[in-house]
């Protein structure tokens, strides 16, 4: 009895052996257990990976033409020899066809963070690119397009698989062609006009792009003619390329401001576009010292009375265009830079206008530190001194022993807007209790 038992026994373990060794034909298509490798296997079964990233898989084993093929095109392509890049969130199945049998690998496609060298902490989001600062969408060349009217507007996004990019811009410009700035990587700032619209990677690897909107004619019709630009397209250089948007995650610093915020004559004394720059501006390098986003809101002319290019400044505040209400977005710091263009009102008229102005920032900005900046020139010191006394919540900020260089007497050149950038910074941080260093 003993021995028929020992005998059965070794007949099931012989069966279990024979399961697990040979393959089994599964809905017309072979699969091999894990428990042995087959001689041709994929070296990944599952894998997971962000958008606009590559991961190449190998089917062992092979020794001809092997067909790879993608379940989601959208969220995952592969090429003819196994290269996967993920192009946006989801699920898809890669297949590898060798000899009638397929080899499949799951490839699941997930948002992921990654920080920058200049600071930034980026989230991939959906689309093609994220935005900061004053964009709406507006109809244009027979599209809905992403449009700015700010210099310091920004986008994020990612490439991976093409040396360059192509920025595809649309217009509504009269007066001058506008400049563009970008960094790869939070490396430094390139700018070039936006009819030069390639960006050069360096190689096909992941890169992470920000670019901003640098400079546009303060002569355009920006707040009854909604005069600016907008983005197209983005379109990577190389047919295996693929982009992806990203946002930072950085809290938001805000400036609103006048021709010194919008970085008029930061370049020299030119006023055009080839003068202007939002990355060489005061506001620029406050931000960039406090790894914080600015959102500009900067236009020539303008004051807390005085409209300007575009409005004074409540109005900046409330809208995009005298057609457009401004969408709402979180601050963790507001500068004020305001006043230098206001020379035909003073006294109770300007401190009640600039009272206005700080109320409706609060309302809208209740978590916010609010600093006004008494302007470079001293014009108004007095009167905004009294205006933001009336607020706990509001802290002014001196600037006469700041020692600025300027371009014209009025407007700081690249050396004095950096020196004003890093006096401002240093207020900010001590107000948010953080280190610079």
Not at 47 to 73: D, E, F, R, V
Not at 268 to 291: F, M, R, V
Request: glycine share 8%; net charge positive; with cysteine.
């Amino acid at each position: 009895m003993r021995e028929m038992q020992w005998n059965w026994g070794r007949k099931a373990a012989v069966c279990l052996a024979a399961l697990i060794l040979f393959a089994v034909v599964f809905n017309g298509e072979e699969t091999v257990w894990a428990a042995k490798k087959s001689k041709v296997y994929l070296s990944e079964t599952a894998i997971t990976m962000n958008p606009a990233t590559k991961k190449k898989l190998k089917l062992n084993g092979a020794s001809s033409k092997i067909k790879w093929s993608s379940s989601s095109k959208k969220t995952a392509t592969v090429d003819d020899k196994g290269t996967v890049t993920a192009r946006a969130k989801g699920t898809a199945k890669i297949t590898a066809t060798y000899k009638k049998k397929k080899y499949r690998c799951k490839v699941t496609v997930v948002y992921g963070t990654y920080t920058t060298s200049d600071g930034m902490r980026y989230q991939d989001v959906s689309g093609s690119f994220g935005r900061s600062g004053r964009w709406y969408k507006k109809g244009i060349d027979g599209g809905n397009y992403y449009f700015t009217s700010t210099e310091g507007s920004s986008i994020y996004f990612k490439v991976t698989g093409s040396q360059h990019v192509d920025i595809n811009f649309v217009s509504n410009l009269a007066v001058a062609t506008p400049y563009f700035s970008y960094s790869v990587d939070g490396g430094s700032m390139k700018r070039q006009s936006v009819s030069k619209n390639r960006i050069s990677l360096g190689n096909t690897k992941t890169h992470y792009v920000r670019l901003v909107i640098d400079a546009m004619s303060e002569s355009e019709n920006r707040w009854g003619g909604e005069a600016g630009i907008g983005i197209r397209s983005i379109t990577p250089a190389s047919a295996n390329g693929a982009v992806a948007a990203i946002r930072p995650q950085n809290a938001v610093i805000a400036f609103y401001g006048d021709s010194i915020t919008q970085g008029i004559r930061a370049l020299n004394k030119k006023l055009t576009p080839a003068g202007t720059s939002a990355t060489h501006s005061y506001a620029w390098h406050c931000a960039a010292q406090l790894d914080l986003v600015p959102y500009f809101a900067g236009y020539g002319g303008s004051g807390i009375i005085q409209p300007g290019s575009f409005n004074n400044c409540i109005n900046a505040i409330e809208a995009y265009s005298m057609f457009r209400k401004a969408d709402s977005y979180e601050a963790d710091v507001i500068i004020v830079e305001h006043g230098t263009n206001d020379i035909y009102t003073y006294g109770e008229a300007f401190i009640n206008e600039y009272k206005r102005v700080l109320q409706l920032l609060h309302k809208k900005h209740p978590n916010a530190y609010i600093m006004p900046m008494i302007p470079f020139t001293q014009l108004h010191a007095s009167e905004i001194r009294q205006a933001a006394s009336s607020f706990k919540w509001c802290t002014v900020v001196e600037t006469a022993s700041w020692h600025i260089t300027y371009t014209d007497g009025l407007h700081p050149n690249k050396a004095g807007a950096k020196t004003a950038g890093l006096s401002l910074a240093q207020k900010v941080a001590l107000k948010r209790k953080v280190s610079l260093y």
